[in-house]
Nanobody
Framework: QVQLVESGGGLVQPGGSLRLSCAGS????????MGWYRQAPGKERELVATITSGGSTNYADSVKDRFTISRDSAKNTVYLRMNSLKPEDTAVYYC???????????????WGQGTQVTVSS
């Protein structure tokens, strides 16, 4: 059994900061790419940022220079530091990872349950 558990969401004022965490647990052999996606009410889920096992990162244009993705491979954890938050960043944020189970040699895509981020005064 493998799962991703997110934490760190909440309510923050415009211009504020939050840090999201997502930890993988269970029978994990290795984790390839990890990332964060978000879904606002009435909108499709969209990519926020991704990070490879080698540390290469990719960001949506809307969050560049404000958000930073990082990972601690020893802890099977990915982070998203969000600065200068705007009301339009309000969404449910989902963690995503390509995880190789101990019983396999091929990656499977996993999603976390989501954590709500609300930016409002």
């Amino acid at each position: 059994q493998v799962q991703l558990v997110e934490s760190g969401g909440g309510l923050v004022q415009p211009g504020g900061s939050l840090r999201l965490s997502c930890a993988g647990s269970g029978s994990i052999r290795s984790i390839n790419d990890m990332g964060w996606y978000r879904q606002a009410p009435g909108k499709e889920r969209e990519l926020v940022a991704t990070i490879t096992s080698g540390g290469s990162t990719n960001y949506a244009d809307s969050v560049k220079d404000r958000f930073t993705i990082s990972r601690d491979s020893a802890k099977n954890t990915v982070y998203l530091r969000m600065n200068s938050l705007k009301p339009e960043d309000t969404a449910v944020y989902y963690c995503n990872a390509e995880i190789v189970h101990r019983s396999s040699w091929f990656p499977t895509n996993y999603w976390g349950q989501g954590t709500q981020v609300t930016v409002s005064s």
